[in-house]
């Protein structure tokens, strides 16, 4: 069983639509990562969680520690944030990823 | 500019080969990691290391091996134990463990 679930695993939009890809963890956690991975493979950390919401730029995550269940929302997505999306979360000194949601954006 | 960078950005392995694969950042991180990631898996742990001279085993350290002798390089080598080493490998740093964690842009590793 996976520490960390993400959906959907796979997602394509038009040019402008609103994204948003969850992910739920099964552990006690520090704090919640996103991370995006282009094709290329470098992998940018986008957000770090713990608690509540945070914006950056068309960018939204949100995190429900209770429910253990965090969000990341693209709004008025573009070609370019074609990408995997990657949660991860923080326990001590260990990370437990997500396998990664894949998003194409079509213009 | 400060950044983390890995070295070769492909590298093919013979089998029976050891090959070390180089990571370093100047970004005066403690903490340093290195990660394996196969299609349709999540990255997984293989060494990290908290501080100079100090490293421990992740999920998945047998057939590696990493030294920590400065701040700046923390170096994996990939030994012929290691029976499926073709993956993609990420090197990462953070200030501390728990903090945010900064890649590299990864070494692809082939075996013939």
Known sequence: ?107 | DGGITQSPKYLFRKEGQNVTLSCEQNLNHDAMYWYRQDPGQGLRLIYYSQIVNDFQKGDIAEGYSVSREKKESFPLTVTSAQKNPTAFYLCASSIQTEETQYFGPGTRLLVL
């Open chain 1, 1 to 107: 069983k996976n520490e960390v679930e993400q959906s959907p695993q796979n997602l394509t939009a038009q040019e402008g639509e609103f994204i948003t890809i969850n992910c739920s963890y099964s552990v006690g956690i520090s704090a919640l990562h996103w991370l995006q991975q282009h094709p290329g493979g470098g992998i940018v950390s986008l957000f770090m969680l713990s608690s509540g919401k945070k914006k950056h730029g068309r960018l939204i995550a949100t995190i429900n520690i209770q429910e253990k269940h965090s969000s990341l929302h693209i709004t008025a997505s573009h070609p370019r944030d074609s990408a995997v999306y990657i949660c991860a979360v923080g326990k001590g000194n260990q990370f437990y990823f997500g396998t990664g949601t894949s998003l194409t954006v079509i213009p």
